[in-house]
């Protein structure tokens, strides 16, 4: 915005300039020219009143030495009464536009090497007319009119400058401003819920401020409600899942026993995290740290661990690929073991007793993909899946565990697809990026599907 200001003004100023500096150095060009031919004709005047009483020669020569021009004047007079013509001086002029002069009665002037000449006629006593030429250099004419140029020239120039000048005030009053607002979006868009717009600058951009100060109060009013309503929430289920911890004092020994204890610590230690994340000032946006993640592998071996044991109570075969050796991935351990158990928990939720699944990690160079797949009946539509509260309700299905997978891969520009299994039932891809580099899109299926075959070579 400020520099297309400086160029408006710019381009503004030098067509003013232009079109008055133009005109004006042809008016003084002119009035130079005049000023020579004004001095022509004083000069020639002189001359008249000695030819209005004497034609001799001698006496002219004096009068022309007299008068300061003898180089640059001369004078013609006509033969009369058998009496030869006598011209006096240089003659510059050609003889014809001599004798036009003398025939129109009129002064009159011609142009010659080097400049011009004034042909003034003059009436002698004899009733002849004599013709006086004046020579005008061309230097002369030309006085003073390089030099008016030139301080044409510098207004001209200085003109723009102090345009450019105050445009830039202008542009720097406009600008700075808009750059403010600027700076305070990306800082909010960062986290920084503190960023403020100084109300300033002209109307529209102080208003643009103001409604930028109210969003951002509101911004903060916002998340202060959902941070309160979470750690309500999350409270609330503390004395459900005390009743729960106190109920599995009473079930004894065993793996089910030990496994149904371990998920309601777990639970425990979740609802603790989500109360206080729920309760800190700031909220938590700071990028991953470059290092920071886990094994893929341990936490696959971990949770297959503990989903076998009620796997077994329902007759369901398991089957774990791929997690024999590390696989480092860029994501921070709860957050997979909150992805996995989400999946795994929707397979015993969602498909019958004695349905098998099984549970594949494939570590390639750029990525690695996580596959969870069963034998069950599938999901009709795997974009509404997919969709954030999509669920309908009835089979107690929100939608928010598939959500937690997405927002997992998203946050490496990875992605999830889901599709049908070598099982029979539904395939759950999660494709996590190594490189940081932006997400496969839906679109490329070329790239998807070179990559599902070499999935599928590996699961082999």
């Known amino acids: 915005m400020r520099w297309a200001l400086v160029k408006v003004c710019v381009a503004v100023t030098t067509m003013v300039v232009v079109a008055f500096a133009v005109p004006l150095g042809l008016v003084i060009k002119e009035m130079a020219r005049d000023r020579a031919f004004s001095n022509a004709e004083r000069q020639a ?10 034609t001799d020669r001698d006496q002219l020569e004096r009068v022309v030495a007299s008068a300061g021009s003898d180089d640059g004047m001369a004078v013609h007079i006509p033969a009369s009464d058998g009496a030869k013509a006598v011209d006096i001086g240089r003659q510059r002029a050609a003889a014809k536009d001599i004798a036009t002069t003398r025939s129109i009665g009129r002064a009159s002037t011609t142009e010659v090497p080097g400049g011009s000449t004034l042909l003034q006629p ?34 001209g120039v200085a003109l723009i400058i ?82 729960l911890r106190l109920n599995t004092a009473s079930l004894g020994d065993g793996p089910a026993a030990e496994q149904t204890r371990a998920a309601v610590a ?31 592998s341990e936490v696959v071996r971990e949770r297959m661990d503990f989903w076998s044991a009620l796997a077994e109570d329902e007759g369901r075969k398991v089957r774990v690929a791929g997690a024999d050796r590390p696989v ?49 009946p599938g999901i009709v539509d795997p974009e509404a899946a997919m969709a954030r509260g999509k669920g309908s309700g009835s089979d107690g299905s929100t939608g928010l565990g598939l959500d937690i997978v997405r927002r997992l891969a998203e946050s490496t520009g990875g992605d999830v697809r889901i599709g049908s299994s070598v099982l029979g039932g539904t395939e759950v891809r999660i494709w996590i990026q190594l490189d940081g580099r932006a997400p496969v899109r839906r679109g490329h299926r070329g790239s998807v599907r070179r990559r599902r075959r070499g999935v599928g070579a590996s699961r082999v």
Not at 45 to 54: F, G, K, Q, R
Request: with cysteine; hydrophobic share 50%.
């Open 45 to 54: 005047a002189a001359i008249a009143p000695a030819l209005s009483i004497t």
């Open 122 to 155: 003059t009436a002698l006593s004899s009733g002849e007319i004599a013709v006086v030429e004046v020579y005008v250099p061309e230097s002369e004419v030309s006085n003073g009119v390089g030099t008016a140029w030139a301080v044409l020239a510098a207004v």
């Open 162 to 243: 102090g345009s450019v000048a105050v445009a830039d005030r202008l542009g720097v009053r406009m600008v700075q401003p808009a750059q403010r607002l600027v700076e305070s979006a990306h800082e909010l868009g960062e986290g920084k819920l503190g960023a403020r717009v100084p109300e300033e600058g002209p109307n529209e951009l102080r208003l643009a401020a103001v409604a930028f100060n109210s969003m951002a109060d509101q911004v903060v009013q916002l998340l202060a409600n959902e941070r309160e309503l979470a750690a309500d929430l999350s409270h609330r289920l503390r004395t459900p899942l005390t009743v």
């Open 266 to 296: 777990q639970l425990e230690r979740e609802v603790d995290t989500i109360i206080r994340t729920a309760r800190e000032a700031k909220p938590q946006t700071a990028a991953t740290v470059i290092g920071a993640g886990c094994d893929a």
């Open 328 to 376: 480092r991935i860029p994501v921070a351990r709860a957050d997979l073991v909150a992805a996995l158990d989400a999946l795994l928990g929707n397979v015993f939720r969602h498909t019958p007793e004695g349905t098998a699944f099984a549970v594949d990690v494939h570590n390639s160079e750029d990525a690695v993909i996580v596959l969870v797949s069963d034998a069950g």
